[in-house]
Structures are given as structure tokens and as C-alpha cells.
């Protein structure tokens, strides 16, 4: 009776491993490559000498998020912000702060804004783009709401 029931222990647990194996290894075969970039090769002809040529800066300043207002480590007076910059197009942004999520969506140009509430004191923001193939892109703001008159 022991012995049947390592046995079917044993047995269990090679089939979960096998197919929980099998299910990753399926999904590390649909994910997505980070390497999006891309990169059109071209050759430069000069006195019979072919140079070959790659441009990769053409895609990474689209890779980024680029906040236009407000700046970072602004000490603001009101409890609202508009917060504007620009991220891939058509991607998702969320907007986190200690205690609320927001979102918006980049236009056909890539810019977004949106309006956030603060808290008062120092108010850490992050910011996270999420393209339409599941790459996502960060970045922090940091502003401080402040009442006091300086």
C-alpha cells in the first residue's frame, strides 16, 4: 500500500513538472524580443570603398518617455498638475503616485497629458509606457506640492 502510494506520488509529480514545463516552454516561445529597433543598414560608396553603415539612432529616441511639463523636482502651489510629455504612439501610459493610478493613451503623434492630484509634501510619480507588443518603458518624476509662500 506505501509503496503504491510513492509510487503515484512520484508519478504525480512528473507529470505536473511535465506539463507545467511544457507550458513555459510554449510561452518563452510567443514572447515578444525586447529588440524592437529597426534598423535600415546602408552602404556608402567612396573611391571604390564600400562602407557599410548602421543608423540605430533612428527608433531609440521613440523608445523613451519624454516628459515636456512639468519638470523634475518642480515645487508646485496647487493640488492638481497637468502632466504632459510625449511616449511611443498609441501606447497606454500609467501614472502612479503613492496613493492613485491614471491613465492615458498617446495620439497618432505620441503625445499625452494628464491631469493628477498631489499630496502634499514631496510626490514620487512613476510613469510606465506600455506598447502595443507588451514592451514597457519607465521613468520617475518626482514634484513637491507645497501651500507654504516662499
Not at 510513492?6 to 515578444?32: E, S
Not at 499630496?119 to 510613469?127: A, D, M, Q, R, Y
Not at 507588443?133 to 507645497?146: A, F, G, K, M, P
Request: without cysteine.
Amino acid at each position: 500500500m506505501i509503496k503504491e502510494l510513492f509510487l503515484a506520488i512520484i508519478l504525480g509529480a512528473l507529470l505536473g513538472f511535465g506539463v507545467t514545463g511544457g507550458y513555459f516552454a510554449l510561452q518563452k516561445n510567443k514572447t515578444p524580443s525586447n529588440n524592437t529597433n529597426n534598423i535600415t543598414p546602408t552602404m556608402t560608396v567612396e573611391a571604390n570603398q564600400v562602407t557599410p553603415t548602421v543608423d540605430i539612432s533612428q527608433n531609440q529616441e521613440n523608445n523613451k518617455i519624454v516628459i515636456t511639463s512639468p519638470e523634475n523636482n518642480t515645487i508646485v502651489s496647487t493640488s492638481k498638475i497637468a502632466i504632459k510629455g510625449s511616449a511611443p504612439v498609441n501606447s497606454t501610459i500609467i501614472i502612479t503616485t503613492l496613493k492613485n493610478s491614471y491613465t492615458a493613451v498617446t495620439d497618432s503623434s505620441g503625445s499625452f497629458t494628464s491631469t493628477i492630484d498631489l499630496e502634499s509634501g514631496v510626490n514620487e510619480i512613476n510613469l510606465t509606457a506600455i506598447e502595443s507588443d507588451d514592451n514597457q518603458i519607465e521613468t520617475q518624476l518626482s514634484i513637491t506640492y507645497s501651500t507654504a509662500k516662499i
